[in-house]
């Protein structure tokens, strides 16, 4: 039977930018600060199966990742869409 280990990580930045291309001066821009997302995998292949053990935004970061200020400009807030908290899984498969 063989055996395969396999490692891997993602590290993502992101550096701060504007929410919006629009240079409607009636539209506010709202700034989005910068991040970084790190995640961690680590999977065993046992012939035909496979088991991934994973962790997503290892570090809990809590980034905006795109916002819409449409309602600003009526004194509303800006509606920041945000990174997925910290997640950890594992996953089961086979190959055909």
């Known amino acids: 039977m063989k055996l395969r280990l396999r490692l891997g990580a993602t590290l993502r930045f992101v ?3 504007s929410a919006s291309f629009d240079g409607n001066l009636g539209v506010p821009q709202y700034e ?15 012939g035909r199966f496979e088991i991934q053990l994973f962790s997503c935004n290892i570090t809990d970061e ?4 795109s916002a ?6 009526a004194g509303g807030p800006a509606q920041a ?4 908290p910290r997640t950890i899984g594992i996953s089961l498969g086979s190959h055909l």
């Open 32 to 46: 989005l600060p910068d991040y970084v997302a790190i995640d961690l995998r680590a999977g065993l292949d046992v």
């Open 62 to 65: 809590r980034a905006q990742l």
């Open 15 to 17: 550096s701060d930018r």
């Open 68 to 73: 819409a200020t449409v309602l600003s400009s």
């Open 81 to 84: 869409t945000m990174m997925q």
